[in-house]
């Protein structure tokens, strides 16, 4: 079976000296549980698996009964030795984080060599739980989309392919049928993740709007709009707090981002017109109604997706790493992204055959920024599929 390069970072901490709780955390259908039980299987001692996503109602005492069958194995023989407990879909149990904070300091001053995974289904987890209780006792490990790397080598997919298929490995066995193929994405993973994800975890006063609005980000991918703009493309009274604020948990359960553009000054940036930009490809043929044929024969839709690859690409790479993702424009003249962190500054076109309605503008950006790189990816510049390959913290 397939196992992800980070399957290796995931392995050499659970063999360190007991000291987080590991917590695996990204969109459904990255392969979050299978890594889990890829781990269980390559593990030199015991573990006990269990999911909060079964059927049957649970509750707090869920968690610690699970615990204590993690503690008896322990134990068990009269000898002290290190066991692997696994708890997914953790965040459906209220009130978790406080508990699991009791039976991990408990252990720790007993000396009860139990290692904690806990798998959640979006970013969401950190806020609703690990940033309030469990402060300096967590290392979260994101698990974002396949790459078109991943992708390839498990499932020897081309770049064509890819880019309208996108990175969800479990639906890379329905490709043979296209309409089945995106009724799975739409109903089994935008639809779960918006009712399960977004709308069970967070206050959301507007849900039709917060759906409306991932329509708009798949629809214009690629392309600024300012949320006056976004507003009357979704005919809602609402404001812009709200739509930022939606576009924030949209990104946060993988689906869809907005982009600031950068102006060196972090204030200035939160108000700019963001970019829409999805987190997956497959996420924008797969709402078109569109088969591949049409798509490819389409130059503005295949440019909008060889542009939506590569930042998707920059925003799952770069998640975590404390680098930002950002766009640039100016009296015509845009970069499709520019990359800041580490002390560097990358700026990044993008030449896909899609006709814009603005110039480039990699030369007007040096100008105005101490610029670290400038990377032309297509149209003579490094091809798309090399880029794609390349990891995105390498290019600062």
Same mark, same amino acid.
């Given at each position: 079976?397939?196992?992800?390069?980070?399957?290796?970072?995931?392995?050499?901490?659970?063999?360190?000296?007991?000291?987080?709780?590991?917590?695996?955390?990204?969109?459904?259908?990255?392969?979050?549980?299978?890594?889990?039980?890829?781990?269980?299987?390559?593990?030199?001692?015991? /573990?006990?698996?269990?999911?909060?996503?079964?059927?049957?109602?649970?509750?707090?005492?869920?968690?610690?009964?699970?615990?204590?069958?993690?503690?008896?194995?322990?134990?068990?023989?009269?000898?002290?030795?290190?066991?692997?407990?696994?708890?997914?879909?953790?965040?459906?149990?209220?009130?978790?984080?406080?508990?699991?904070?009791?039976?991990?300091?408990?252990?720790?001053?007993?000396?009860?060599?139990?290692?904690?995974?806990?798998?959640?289904?979006?970013?969401?987890?950190?806020?609703?739980?690990?940033?309030?209780?469990?402060?300096?006792?967590?290392?979260?490990?994101?698990?974002?989309?396949?790459?078109?790397?991943?992708?390839?080598?498990?499932?020897?997919?081309?770049?064509?392919?890819?880019?309208?298929?996108?990175?969800?490995?479990?639906?890379?066995?329905?490709?043979?049928?296209?309409?089945?193929?995106?009724?799975?994405?739409?109903?089994?993973?935008?639809?779960?993740?918006?009712?399960?994800?977004?709308?069970?975890?967070?206050?959301?006063?507007?849900?039709?709007?917060?759906?409306?609005?991932?329509?708009?980000?798949?629809?214009?991918?690629?392309?600024?709009?300012?949320?006056?703009?976004?507003?009357?493309?979704?005919?809602?009274?609402?404001?812009?707090?709200?739509?930022?604020?939606?576009?924030?948990?949209?990104?946060?359960?993988?689906?869809?981002?907005?982009?600031?553009?950068?102006?060196?000054?972090?204030?200035?940036?939160?108000?700019?017109?963001?970019?829409?930009?999805?987190?997956?490809?497959?996420?924008?043929?797969?709402? /078109?109604?569109?088969?591949?044929?049409?798509?490819?024969?389409?130059?503005?839709?295949?440019?909008?997706?060889?542009?939506?690859?590569?930042?998707?690409?920059?925003?799952?790479?770069?998640?975590?790493?404390?680098?930002?993702?950002?766009?640039?424009?100016?009296?015509?003249?845009?970069?499709?992204?520019?990359?800041?962190?580490?002390?560097?500054?990358?700026?990044?076109?993008?030449?896909?055959?899609?006709?814009?309605?603005?110039?480039?503008?990699?030369?007007?950006?040096?100008?105005?920024?101490?610029?670290?790189?400038?990377?032309?990816?297509?149209?003579?510049?490094?091809?798309?599929?090399?880029?794609?390959?390349?990891?995105?913290?390498?290019?600062?």
């Amino acid at each position: 079976m397939y196992k992800r390069p980070v399957y290796a970072s995931i392995s050499a901490r659970l063999e360190e000296p007991r000291r987080f709780i590991q917590v695996l955390v990204g969109p459904r259908q990255t392969g979050k549980t299978t890594l889990a039980r890829q781990v269980i299987e390559g593990a030199g001692f015991g /573990s006990h698996y269990a999911t909060a996503d079964e059927p049957a109602l649970k509750d707090l005492t869920w968690i610690e009964q699970q615990w204590e069958i993690a503690r008896m194995m322990a134990r068990s023989g009269g000898k002290a030795q290190r066991v692997l407990l696994v708890l997914d879909e953790i965040q459906k149990i209220p009130g978790w984080s406080e508990v699991v904070k009791r039976l991990w300091d408990e252990d720790s001053a007993g000396g009860v060599d139990v290692v904690v995974m806990i798998l959640g289904s979006s970013a969401l987890l950190p806020r609703e739980g690990l940033t309030e209780s469990l402060a300096g006792r967590f290392e979260v490990i994101r698990v974002n989309h396949w790459s078109f790397a991943e992708m390839r080598d498990a499932f020897d997919w081309d770049l064509e392919t890819y880019l309208f298929y996108g990175g969800y490995p479990g639906a890379a066995g329905l490709i043979e049928d296209g309409d089945r193929w995106a009724t799975y994405v739409r109903d089994s993973l935008i639809e779960t993740t918006m009712s399960r994800d977004i709308l069970l975890m967070t206050r959301v006063d507007k849900p039709a709007l917060l759906r409306r609005l991932f329509e708009l980000g798949c629809n214009y991918s690629g392309q600024v709009l300012s949320y006056q703009k976004m507003l009357g493309q979704l005919h809602d009274a609402g404001n812009t707090t709200t739509l930022a604020h939606y576009l924030d948990l949209l990104e946060s359960a993988g689906l869809v981002a907005g982009v600031q553009k950068y102006s060196g000054a972090a204030v200035r940036r939160r108000a700019s017109s963001p970019k829409l930009q999805v987190m997956n490809t497959a996420l924008m043929t797969a709402t /078109s109604g569109l088969a591949f044929r049409d798509v490819r024969e389409d130059p503005q839709f295949w440019g909008r997706l060889v542009e939506s690859a590569v930042g998707a690409s920059l925003a799952n790479g770069l998640a975590g790493t404390g680098a930002g993702l950002f766009y640039w424009s100016s009296r015509n003249r845009e970069v499709d992204f520019v990359v800041a962190g580490r002390g560097a500054l990358v700026a990044i076109e993008v030449k896909s055959g899609r006709r814009k309605s603005t110039l480039p503008g990699l030369g007007a950006f040096a100008t105005k920024f101490r610029v670290t790189r400038k990377l032309l990816v297509g149209g003579g510049g490094l091809g798309l599929e090399e880029f794609l390959e390349i990891p995105a913290p390498a290019w600062l």
